[in-house]
């Protein structure tokens, strides 16, 4: 018989891909999703962004790793790039976590903003370097104010439908380690 901490540990991880899946399973339709030809919200980076900010063990370096490899093989980017800058992100507010449990939402949220517009300007920044041809600035940044609009929404469902909140400061799990 599997314990409650790693059932709820597995079944989080296993919704987190299956999440992913669905959402590049959406994109990949041959439906318009925006209007006028602009970039929507990059959703799976929204989600990834509230999870590891709410429960890190939930959302762990290879599940991300593999589901943003995986959309970088289907939506034809760089394969890797997008991926590797992901994964710094997410490894960057991860290591922060701890400390930011008791931050304001807003506060929060300024801090994805950042560490969106940073990720665009990495990833610009090598596409240049490689000289690699570039997605229009204008619409790389919609994309990003897009996501980051998207963000509280992703927080709410996140937090409605799926149960996930931020740990406590001092909240220990049911063997007594801190969260």
Known sequence: M?????RRRVSYRTLFVVIGLVLIFVRLMPVDHSPGGLPGPDLTLALTLA???RRPEYAPALLIVLVFLLE?????????????????????LRRREQSLRDLPFALEWALVAGVLLAMVSVKRIVLLV???????????????????????VVVLVSRV???????APGEVDAYGHRM
């Open 161 to 167: 439908a799926f149960g996930l909140r931020r740990a």
């Open 130 to 152: 490689t000289m690699v041809d570039q997605p229009s600035l204008g619409l790389e940044l919609f994309q990003m104010l897009v996501t980051l609009a998207a963000y509280p």
């Open 72 to 92: 970088d093989i289907m939506f034809w980017r760089p394969i890797g790039l997008w991926t590797l800058i992901v994964l710094g992100a997410t490894e960057f």
């Open 51 to 53: 999870w590891v900010l």
């Open 2 to 6: 599997i314990d409650p901490i790693t």
